[in-house]
C-alpha cells in the first residue's frame, strides 16, 4: 500500500502509524456521558470507503486524513486531518 | 455411524472410500424455533449447545459459504486459559475443561494437544509480571508454573538462549494444560455432532437482511429464501458489522481487522510446545506434518481483505529467527488471512439483543478459536433463557457505556493494539 502524503509524495505503508476512525468527532469537555461514550468505543467500521487517520511517523509525523476503501486497499486521496479533503 | 477403531480399520481396508457424509446438506424449512447466524466453530457449538442443553432441535446454524471456511479453518490452533482478569479468566477456563472432553464427546477425533503454551520473557520486570499473573491464575485453580532459563533452555533446544541473542531470554511461563488442536477437526465434528441432534446445517445460504414484526426480528432474509425464527443468534465474527447494519445498528464497539497465519515447509520435530516470543508479538508451534505455524500481530488497519501485506509477513520472519537461528533459511509454505471481530476492550461480547429477537455473539478478537466451545455454550444458554450465563455476565454490550470494559492489558479503546 503506498500512500500520497501531501508534504512527501507517494511513500511506503511501513513510513506510517494507524491513528483510526477519523469519522468521529470529540465531543465537548462538559458534553453528556453518553456522547463520550459514543465517541470513545463505536465505530461504523464500513466494508468499503472508509476515511481514517494515518500518521507519517517515518517521514513528516504529520497526522493525515486517508481516504481508502478496506476491502480493495484502493486509497482515494490524502489529506492533512483537520482540514477538508 | 460412530467412529471407532473397528470404523476406522473397515474404511482403512476399503480405500477410505466408504465414508459417509458427516452431516446432511439440509433445505432450508420456511420457519425454526431458532436461527444461528454463521457457521464458524461458535454458530456451531452454539447451535449443538441449544440442542443438547436446552432441547431446542427444531434450529438451523445459516452459513454464508461452508462450514470451516471462516477464521474457524483459519486460525493458528492455539487453546490456553492463562489470563488475569477472572471474569476472563473463569470463562477460558471453562472452555478448557470442554477441550479437555472434546473428542470423547463429539466422537470425533480434534487432535487436542496439551502440549503446553511458553510465554518468554526478556527481563527481569516480564518475569514480574508473569509472576502476577501466574499467581492470579493459580487463584482462579488454573495451572501456571514460573520457568527459568535453563527450563526454558532444555524444553526448546533450538531457542537462543546465549547472551548475544538480539533480546536475551531470562526465562518464560508456561501453562502445561494448553495447546493445539486440529482446527478443521473442530467445525467438522461439531457439524456432525449438531445434525446428530437434529439441527439443519445450511451451507451457501449468505443473509441478506432480517425480516420484522414491529421492532421484533423474527426471521432472516437469505440467499436460499427467508427464513422465520423468534430467536436469531449472529455470530458472524469479522463481519459482524455488516450484518448488524441489516437490523439497524449502524455503530458497534467493534473494527475489522486482518490477521495472517503461516506454514512453513516440513521439518523434523523441533518444537514440542507452543512457544510465544516476549519482546515482539510472535507465536510458534509444530504440527504433526512437521510444518512450523506461527503468526505475529494483526496488520493494523481496518481490513475486510482475506489477505495481509508484506511488513508483517517480514517482521514476523525476523522474530522467528531472532528466537530460533537454526530456521534463517526455512522457505514458507503458505500463508493466509482471516477478517476478525476486534473489540474495543480486546474480550468478547455475548449478550440479548441489542434489538428484540436478536442474540449478540462477537467481538472475539486473535484469540476467540480457544473460546469455541465455552462461548457456544454460554451463547446457546442465553438465547434459551433470555438472559446471559454467569460466566457470560461480564460480557454484555452495554459495558462500554456504562464503562466496566474487560481491558486485559489496560490498553484503551484502540482495537489494532488489543
Ligand atoms: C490467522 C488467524 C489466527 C488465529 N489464531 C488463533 C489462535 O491461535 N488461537 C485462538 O484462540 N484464536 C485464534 N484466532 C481467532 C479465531 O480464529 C476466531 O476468533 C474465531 O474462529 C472466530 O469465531 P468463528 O469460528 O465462529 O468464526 P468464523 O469461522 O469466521 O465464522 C463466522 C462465519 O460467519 C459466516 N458469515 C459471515 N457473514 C455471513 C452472512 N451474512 N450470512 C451467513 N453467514 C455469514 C462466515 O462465512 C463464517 O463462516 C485466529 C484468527 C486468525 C484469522
Ligand atoms: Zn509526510
Redesign the interface.
Known amino acids: 500500500?503506498l500512500i500520497p502524503c501531501p508534504h512527501c509524495g507517494l511513500r511506503d505503508?511501513?513510513e506510517f502509524t494507524?491513528v483510526?476512525?477519523a469519522t468521529r468527532n470529540r465531543p465537548i469537555l462538559d458534553a453528556p456521558?453518553?456522547d463520550w461514550?459514543?465517541y470513545?468505543?463505536?465505530?461504523?467500521?464500513?466494508?468499503g470507503r472508509?476515511a481514517?487517520h494515518?500518521q507519517h511517523t517515518a517521514g513528516c509525523r504529520s497526522v493525515l486524513t486517508v481516504r481508502r476503501d478496506?476491502?480493495?486497499?484502493e486509497i482515494f486521496g490524502a489529506t492533512m486531518a483537520g482540514t477538508q479533503a | 455411524m460412530r467412529h471407532s477403531v473397528f470404523s476406522l480399520v473397515a474404511n482403512a481396508l476399503t480405500g477410505n472410500a466408504r465414508w459417509p457424509r458427516q452431516w446432511r446438506a439440509a433445505t432450508p424449512k420456511p420457519a425454526y424455533d431458532a436461527i444461528v447466524v454463521g457457521g464458524g466453530g461458535h454458530g456451531l457449538t452454539t447451535a449443538y449447545y441449544l440442542a443438547k442443553e436446552h432441547g431446542l432441535t427444531n434450529i438451523a446454524v445459516v452459513e454464508k459459504g461452508w462450514i470451516g471456511g471462516g477464521n474457524v479453518g483459519r486460525n493458528t490452533t492455539i487453546i490456553r486459559s492463562n489470563y488475569m482478569l477472572p471474569e476472563n479468566s473463569r470463562f477460558y477456563e471453562l472452555g478448557m475443561k470442554l477441550w479437555e472432553e472434546m473428542s470423547q464427546e463429539l466422537n470425533y477425533n480434534v487432535m487436542f494437544s496439551q502440549r503446553g503454551v511458553i510465554n518468554l520473557a526478556h527481563t527481569s520486570a516480564q518475569m514480574d509480571a508473569f509472576a502476577r499473573r501466574g499467581n492470579a491464575m493459580r487463584l482462579e485453580g488454573i495451572d501456571a508454573e514460573l520457568m527459568t532459563r535453563e527450563e526454558v533452555a532444555a524444553r526448546l533446544p533450538g531457542l537462543d538462549v546465549s547472551d548475544r541473542a538480539r533480546f536475551p531470554i531470562v526465562g518464560g511461563m508456561i501453562q502445561p494444560r494448553a495447546g493445539t488442536a486440529r482446527h478443521d477437526a473442530v467445525a467438522w465434528g461439531y457439524a456432525r455432532a449438531a445434525d446428530k441432534l437434529g439441527v439443519d446445517i445450511l451451507e451457501n445460504c449468505g443473509v441478506t437482511g432480517f425480516i420484522r414484526d414491529g421492532d421484533r426480528i423474527v426471521g432472516v432474509e437469505t440467499t436460499r429464501g427467508a427464513i422465520r425464527a423468534p430467536k436469531v443468534g449472529v455470530a458472524v465474527a469479522g463481519h459482524t458489522s455488516e450484518l448488524m447494519r441489516l437490523a439497524g445498528l449502524d455503530r458497534l464497539p467493534i473494527e475489522s481487522h486482518v490477521l495472517q497465519a503461516f506454514v512453513s515447509e516440513p521439518l523434523k520435530p523441533l518444537i514440542d510446545t507452543v512457544v510465544t516470543f516476549g519482546a515482539g508479538h510472535l507465536y510458534i508451534s509444530q504440527s504433526d506434518k512437521g510444518g512450523l505455524v506461527f503468526g505475529g500481530d494483526i496488520d493494523g488497519y481496518n481490513s475486510y481483505a482475506q489477505r495481509g501485506n508484506m511488513p508483517v509477513i517480514r517482521h514476523v520472519a525476523a522474530e522467528a529467527v531472532s528466537m530460533f537461528p537454526n530456521l534463517a533459511r526455512l522457505r514458507l509454505l503458505r500463508h493466509w488471512g482471516g477478517v476478525m471481530d476486534m473489540s474495543m476492550d480486546g474480550s468478547p461480547i455475548i449478550d440479548v439483543g441489542p434489538v428484540p429477537g436478536l442474540y449478540l455473539n462477537a467481538g472475539w478478537c486473535y484469540g476467540g478459536f480457544k473460546a469455541t466451545p465455552a462461548s457456544g455454550f454460554c451463547f446457546a444458554h442465553t438465547i434459551a433463557r433470555d438472559e446471559p450465563h454467569a460466566l457470560n455476565a461480564a460480557f454484555r454490550l452495554d459495558r462500554f457505556a456504562a464503562g466496566r470494559t474487560l481491558d486485559e492489558k489496560g490498553i484503551g479503546p484502540s482495537p489494532q493494539l488489543h
Open positions: 500500500m505503508l511501513a494507524y483510526g476512525d456521558e453518553g461514550a459514543d470513545l468505543y463505536l465505530r461504523t467500521n464500513p466494508m472508509h481514517e494515518w478496506t476491502v480493495t486497499h
